[in-house]
Structures are given as C-alpha cells and as structure tokens.
C-alpha cells in the first residue's frame, strides 16, 4: 500500500514547480485517489448562484448536498435573505426507483406561494443525473404557470470539478440578462463580476466607484438582484473580480452586448488602485480619473502608518498560500510583500499554465507553485519550508493547526472585509495576530528551539 501511494503521486510531478526552469501542467482532471482539495460541479454552481438575495434556490437531490452548500459563501445582502434558506427536495430511496419529478414540481409551486421570489434555481445533483429526471421541462412548467424565470442549472457532480459548475451557473445567469424592458445603454456604468460580498465587500468596492462618479448596475453575484441581473447588458463595462468562476458569462457578455471585459482584484494596495485607476483609463475621463486618484491618496494617506508596526514584527515570516482561483494567489502574494513576508509556498484548484507561469515570475526563487494539490502533499512542503502562516479555506485549516501552523481563512467563512484599503489593513491586523501568537512557540516543531 505504500508503494501504491507514492505511484499516484508520482503522476502529479508535473503539477509541482520547485525553483528551475518553469514546465507546469494544470487544469486536468483531479488524480483518482489523491484526495484532491477541489470541490464538484455541483458545488461550483452554488457558490456563483447562492448569493442572489431575492432568488429561490432548489437543490433537487439527497438532503446532504443541500446541506454541504448551505451558507457556502456567507454572503451577505443588504435586503431580502431568501437565499439564506436552503431548500431541498430530499430525494428518498423510492424517489429515486419512480423518480423525483412531481415532487420536485410540488415543491416548487409551494415554495414560489410561499416565498415569491424573483426567479428560481434548481440544481441537479448526481442522482439526478443518473436517474434522469427531466427537470428542464418541469422548470418550464412552473414558469408558465408562475410568470416568474425558473432555470435549471445543469450541476450534476459527477461531471467534473467546481469550474464546469461555475460554467453551468453562467449559463443559467444569461437566461436573465436582457430581459429588462429597456436596451438603452448606462452611461459610465459597470457590472462587477465575480465578487460574493463577503463580510460586506462589495459595498466597499460600491462605494469607491461611485466616489469617482462610476454608476454599479449590477453585482454577480454578492448581493445579486434578479431585476439588476437583467439590465446586465446595458453596462459599458464588466470588471471581473474572481476570473475562474464567471468569465464564461464576460464572454458572453462580450459576444452578445458588446461589452468588453477587465480583471481586476480588490486585495491589496496596489491591486485595489489599478482595479480604480483601470476604469478611469477606459472611460477616458479627466474627471474621473482625478477622482481615482484623490479616492486612492485618501486611503492609502491613511493605511500606510497603520500597517509599519505589522510590517516591523512580521519581517522575514513564511507563509504558504493555497486557494480556489490563482487569480487571488497574485494579490496575496502582493499583499504579503507589503507587509514583509516571503511566500515560500503557492498554489491554487483551477489555475492554468499561464496564471502559474506569472506566479512563478512574481515569487521569489525556489517558491513551489502548486496546482491541485491534496493534504498529503501539502503537509509536506509546509513542514520542508517550515512556514509561519498558511493561508486558504477551511479545508486547509486543520492541516495547518496539526501542524503547529498560524492560519488565516481567506475565503467564505470569514467575517471581516478583507478587500479595499480598509481590508488591507484587516488583512495584516490578522496575519499580525495570528504569526505572532506566542501559543506557536509550544508547537511541536518550535519546541526544539525554544530558550
């Protein structure tokens, strides 16, 4: 059994970068049995989906998939909660023999009664897939009957990991758009894509934007609105916040309405000022571009003296960084330059080759760039590179305190705001606290050295 271990690891040599010329594969399947940190389809397409506050959200399967993606992203509103219920037709055994498909009807029709949301969305998990339930015709019944859109998102697990959920729920998404009553277009106006509001984020970024005269109209999805998602294709502009999860719906974006598409990130000073600075360039507005630049030098005024007491103690520190999307991984590794760490440690589930060939750029020599990567390998280099921080999701926190590892959560289970300039400084606030903890010096791994 070890000797079988060590082969199936073997095959993933070329998804690990150590120092050296850069030669990396990425966006392949998962390796059978490596335990991979990725999530499924099905999961994919609830974390895009979730966050549309004024939405119905069916899980039609077992009750436990509704369960492992209840509040996924804890994203909040600033209005109606809907999506903050979970709902499931709890698919039993003689469901699934004669099929779900009246229930699945009957609980629509209930809950729409009930509830009256904007618009419904059933995802199809596994079972569903392999017994054949015809959910799109019933999801066509119901919004015939109920004139509100109900839209099946094609999100069995099975058919593969979170990217081609996050794929099926931009689909489901661009059943929405242009189905307001006018196609006029906003002047100055953007949609930013890809942001889950979490702990409040988007209304940070909100309130940047419109502080340089930039008119939001619409969110996807944090703090999403059915009517806002329809006018979608009236915006001049899409800014793309997390690229892995909603660039298939820029793209379509771009294809049908024309709208052209930036990245961007909000982590970070200078991330966060490119993302502003960025809009100003495409409109092209003196103006607009003055108060970029006057919104920047206010903030950053006032961060810069709060984080030189982090940056003196944290000096030197090791941290590893693992997320979902690499695109993230960049601001990160920015941020923590800023504040004087070194990331001996990076990786991401879904980058591809390219994202890890401008990681590899911007970390220092010897780095080691991970793409898909599981517990047992990430166990491993922590200890080798004896870091002082992990950062990543709850997935990786117990590899991090089993080994007597700081850990910081840069994903949905957080509370504070970690994006815009006031998230700068909540960020390294963190880091701060957790590196220098003075429990780590009871760890294991530090015993030795202890005076």
Known sequence: MPDEKINLLEKRKRQVHEGGEFAMEA???????????????????????????????????????????????????????????????????????????????????????????KAAFIYTTCIIGVIGDDVQAIAKKVQAEKGIPVIAVDSEGFKGSKKEGYKAACDALFNIVGTDESNTPIPKSINILGDFNIAGEIWVIKDYYERMGVEVVCSIS?????????????????????????????????HEYGTPMLRASYFGIEDMSKALYDVADFFDDPEMHKAAQRVIKEEVTKLVPQLA???????????????????????????????????????????????????????????????????????????????????????????????????????????????????????????????????WQFAPRRANNRK
């Open 27 to 117: 966006e392949k399947q998962s390796l059978a049995g490596s335990v991979s940190q990725r999530s499924c389809s099905f999961c994919g397409s609830r974390v895009v989906l979730y966050p549309i506050a004024d939405a119905l959200h069916m899980v039609h399967g077992p009750i436990g998939c509704a369960s492992y993606t209840w509040d996924i992203r804890g994203s909040l509103s600033s209005g109606p909660e809907l999506h903050r219920l979970s709902f499931s037709t709890d698919m039993q055994e003689k469901d699934v023999i004669y099929g779900g498909e009246k229930k699945l009807y009957n609980a629509l029709i209930e809950l729409i009664d009930e509830y009256k949301p």
């Open 222 to 254: 944090g703090d999403g609105r059915v009517d806002e998602i329809r006018k979608a294709g009236r915006a001049q502009l899409n800014i793309v916040q997390c690229s892995g999860s909603v660039s298939n719906l820029a793209k379509m974006l771009e």
């Open 309 to 439: 007491p982090f940056r003196k103690d944290l000096q030197g520190k090791k941290a590893a960084v693992y997320t979902g999307g690499a695109f993230k991984v960049f601001s990160l590794v920015r941020s923590l330059k800023t504040i004087g760490m070194d990331v001996v440690i990076a990786g991401s589930q879904t980058g591809s080759v390219e994202d890890y060939k401008l990681l590899a750029e911007l970390c220092d020599p010897g780095t080691i760039i991970l793409d898909d990567t599981n517990p047992l390998e990430l166990a491993k280099f922590v200890k080798e590179k004896d870091v002082d921080l992990f950062i990543g999701g709850v997935k990786e926190r117990p590899i991090a305190y089993k080994l007597g590892v700081g850990f910081c959560d840069h994903n949905h289970e957080r509370k504070e705001a970690l994006a815009g300039f006031i998230g700068m400084y909540n960020f390294a606030k963190e880091v701060h606290m957790s590196v220098m903890s003075p429990v």
